[in-house]
């Protein structure tokens, strides 16, 4: 079945530092997401991205769609308390069959 | 601005009992998810469905069962409780030719 390994489980930072996540995938995808999850909360979604190849900012984060097809990466600049939370990426592919596969997540710490 | 709307927020079950979890949405969406997140393993597919009157396995359905009631309405039912489906459950929707899915605030359950 569909796999998507997300690395690195958890992140120890001191705020202000750059934060960078990845998810690498055994299928093909046409879509990639990358959600943040407070605690308590469900899953909101930070940025979608449609085309292999495409770099998409959100604020102080970016997200490109890998030319394979089967990784995407996320940076978090200049990190701030509230940055703190499990973020996920996720992949779906449109007009094939609507399952969204998520990855297990990278859990951000950020240090006083 | 309802959105996706889980009841009920916490249930303890004991083994062996039936439940089953509800899930509306009111943003007229066609495509629906249950999915449950355990520690470090992060959001599993139990079930979705792409419209009404059709549903699909995901990555765990054992245990499980769904029923699409019409558009709006997606609900998780239990048979028969066992203690390894303890986990926070979320249901989602998403519109067609979307990317985002929207999620509900979780129903969290403990099987003793």
């Known amino acids: 079945g569909q796999q998507l390994n997300q690395s690195p489980q958890s992140m120890f930072i001191q705020e202000g530092e750059d934060v960078s996540m990845n998810c690498t995938s055994s299928?093909?995808?046409?879509?990639w997401l990358w959600y943040k999850q407070d605690p308590g909360e469900g899953p909101v979604l930070l940025i979608a991205?449609?085309?292999?190849?495409e770099l998409t900012s959100n604020g102080r984060l970016t997200a490109q769609f890998g030319i394979t097809r089967k990784d995407s990466f996320l940076n978090i600049s200049a990190s701030i308390p509230s940055d703190v939370g499990i973020y996920f990426c996720?992949?779906?592919?449109?007009?094939?069959?609507?399952?969204?596969?998520f990855g297990k997540g990278t859990r951000l710490h950020i240090l006083p | 601005n309802a959105g996706v709307t889980q009841t009920p927020k916490f249930q303890v079950l004991k083994t062996g009992q039936s439940m089953t979890l509800q899930c509306a949405q009111d943003?007229?969406?066609?495509?629906m998810y249950w999915y449950r997140q355990d520690p470090g393993m992060g959001l599993r597919l139990i079930y979705y469905?792409?419209?009404?009157?059709?549903?699909d396995k995901g990555e765990v359905p054992n245990g499980y069962n769904v029923s699409r009631l019409n558009k709006r309405e997606f609900s998780l039912r239990l048979e028969s409780a066992a203690p390894s489906q303890t986990s926070v459950y979320f249901c989602?929707?998403?519109?067609?030719?979307?990317?985002?899915?929207?999620f509900g605030q979780g129903t969290r359950l403990t099987v003793v």
């Open positions: 989602a929707s998403r519109r067609d030719r979307g990317a985002e899915a929207f």
């Open positions: 299928s093909i995808f046409n879509t």
């Open positions: 991205l449609y085309k292999a190849g």
């Open positions: 996720a992949g779906l592919y449109r007009g094939r069959d609507d399952k969204i596969i």
């Open positions: 943003m007229n969406h066609n495509s």
């Open positions: 469905s792409a419209s009404e009157g059709t549903t």
